[in-house]
């Protein structure tokens, strides 16, 4: 399998979150912001943003001086034999969060030895999850899910998950001609979500962003019943705005 080389927005966010976190791991008794942005590099107001981030996430933490200190999320993270289960926990509260401020189901999904696989799922009574009346792995072509996936892809890649998974369709707005959904994959801007109207199942609408973490294939995504369409695109942007802290949680 191979990757289109473009690298997205929450990929570099990520790569400026580690550099502080490396910077305030060195200094075990606090340090200031203007020694972290004087170390890293980052200008003052992209390292404000950043640590208001690091500290809601509780990687970091402010003391009484104004310094900064590693946070109690960084230090269970680190902590051996439970660091999985341990990252497991800290993503599925990071999506109960963005679940809360988005109010959508949120999904985090991977594309894993050729096939689909959605990792975890925040969902509740008042925002349910999406009904998989058709198996996400059969069904890339029209969810926003595998499409957001297949765009990480070369063509080479496409084609032989197309190959074993056949376009087929699923409701009348579904694209079924490879060479459609292929122009389609092709002019999705990086930082745009990517949409699905009801291309998956009718009554459902979602929404899906890229996470890049290292040479894996990933997307954060999200789902709302017909009836809150009109919040669809104000709840992608929201989305691909906190994609950063989840792709941490998978860079540590």
Known sequence: MALKPEPKAPFHSVQYA????????????????????????????HLTSLLLMLRREGYVEQVADGAYVVGDSLVLLGSGSTRREALQVKLQQTLDQLRDTVGAAIYISRYIDGEIKVMQVADGPRTPKVNEWVDFRSAAHASAIG????????????????????????????????????????SQPATVPVLDLQEYAVGTVCAAVPLTAGSSVGCLALSLPLEHAHRLRSAADTLNRRAAPVVLSLAL
Do not use: M, Y
């Open 18 to 45: 580690l550099r502080v976190l490396e910077t305030v791991s060195r200094h075990g008794s606090g340090v200031t912001d203007v020694q972290i942005a004087r170390e890293t590099g980052l200008p003052t107001a």
């Open 147 to 186: 499409k957001c996936l297949l765009t990480q892809l070369d063509q080479n890649g496409r084609r032989d998950h197309l190959s074993r998974h056949k376009t087929a369709r699923l409701t009348s707005k579904t694209i079924t001609s490879e060479r459609v959904l292929f122009s389609t994959l092709d």
